[in-house]
């Protein structure tokens, strides 16, 4: 069981728009910046968001973050066949002192 | 270009201990924090620790607190998780990773296996 709540996976068509989303509390993500990281299959993950909707250099504009409260989303805009991957989000924990992850999101290009 | 590279999975009985190795390069070691993240296979990921520039300060996931140690060496550029006492659950992919500010992770190494059976 995860601290941070994310759905098992989302589908979208090519060329569309998909929203992923993390739902935590107000000691992690109501307090500490959310980061979003894309692992591709076989592979480390890699940094996509960091401070809730920045992007580092190298990340195209279609990957963006947002944050109210105790939840964030991750939107992904002209969907890619390449960008198939587990999605996590991932903060502090203030309460725990810890680092926490959501469970991943399978994301599917059909 | 940051490099981060693991070193020291294997197979290992439980109740038994390894060290895993991390050596960093392309950026000043000794200005970071650094973390270990795990991934059990199938499964997502887990933070198991960070460790401030100077080692002064470590924080661990409760499921490790006792039995993991983690350390730097930063004359060597080099990061260490000393794995005690493990368990078959303690199966899984250790990735170094930089930390940069707000929990960012910001460069990960390729990951190193850890694989905790009889």
């Known amino acids: 069981q995860s601290v941070l709540t994310q759905p098992p996976s989302v589908s979208a068509a090519p060329g569309q728009k998909v929203t992923i989303s993390c739902s935590g509390s107000?000691?992690?993500?109501?307090?500490?910046?959310v980061s979003w990281y894309q692992q591709l299959p076989g592979t480390a993950p890699k940094l996509l968001i960091y401070?809730?909707?920045k992007r580092p250099s190298g990340i195209p504009d279609r990957f963006s973050g947002s944050k109210s409260g105790t939840s964030a989303t991750l939107g992904i805009t002209g969907l890619q066949t390449g960008d198939e991957a587990d999605y996590y989000c991932?903060?502090?924990?203030?309460?725990?002192?810890?680092?926490?992850f959501g469970g991943g999101t399978k994301l599917t290009v059909l | 270009e940051v490099h981060l590279v693991e070193s020291g999975g294997g197979l290992v009985q439980p109740g038994g201990s390894l060290r895993l190795s991390c050596v960093a390069s392309g950026f000043t070691f000794s200005s970071y924090w650094m973390s270990w993240v795990r991934q059990a296979p199938g499964k997502g990921l887990e933070w198991v620790a960070n460790i401030k520039q100077d080692g002064g300060e470590k924080y661990y996931v409760d499921s490790v607190k006792g039995r993991f140690t983690v350390s730097r060496d930063n004359a060597k550029n080099s990061l260490f998780l000393q794995m005690n006492s493990l368990r078959a659950e303690d199966t899984a992919v250790y990735y170094c990773?930089?930390?940069?500010?707000?929990?960012?992770?910001?460069?990960w190494g390729q990951g190193t296996l850890v694989t905790v059976s009889s």
């Open positions: 107000s000691s992690n993500i109501g307090k500490n910046y």
């Open positions: 991932g903060t502090w924990d203030s309460s725990l002192i810890a680092g926490v």
């Open positions: 990773v930089r930390l940069a500010a707000r929990q960012a992770l910001d460069y």
């Open positions: 401070d809730n909707n």
